[in-house]
Nanobody, 124 residues
Framework: QVQLVESGGGLVQAGGSLRLSCAAS????????MGWFRQAPGKEREFVAAITWNGGNTYYADSVKGRFFISRDNAKNTVYLQMNSLKPEDTAVYYCAARPGVLVATSAKHFGSWGRGTQVTVSS
């Protein structure tokens, strides 16, 4: 499995931007599809975005489409989530996840490796 460490969370005003990073250990990062999920207090973990192993295809939840952008740099073993036009309802702990293989998924149950999460708080 791959080990994942998220960073870049913080407190931002509504309308602002943040970029999350997820650094992966191991030499096989490029063989994993990657995803971002989030969990707000009292709510279930929900899909945010995913990207295929080579960055060729990306997928987004409707709630973030057009505002959030996922990307990856396989040379740096890192996946990013650029978050723009943030809203208070984006407040959550954001988790990075990895799924081995070429098929991307949008369900948390299909991802086998998870980071510990990074807190994003958007004030109104």
């Amino acid at each position: 499995q791959v080990q994942l460490v998220e960073s870049g969370g913080g407190l931002v005003q509504a309308g602002g931007s943040l970029r999350l990073s997820c650094a992966a250990s191991g030499r096989t990062f490029s063989s994993y599809a990657m995803g971002w999920f989030r969990q707000a207090p009292g709510k279930e973990r929900e899909f945010v975005a995913a990207i295929t192993w080579n960055g060729g295809n990306t997928y987004y939840a409707d709630s973030v489409k057009g505002r959030f952008f996922i990307s990856r740099d396989n040379a740096k073993n890192t996946v990013y989530l650029q978050m723009n036009s943030l809203k208070p309802e984006d407040t959550a702990v954001y988790y990075c996840a990895a799924r081995p293989g070429v098929l991307v998924a949008t369900s948390a149950k299909h991802f086998g490796s998870w980071g510990r999460g990074t807190q994003v708080t958007v004030s109104s």
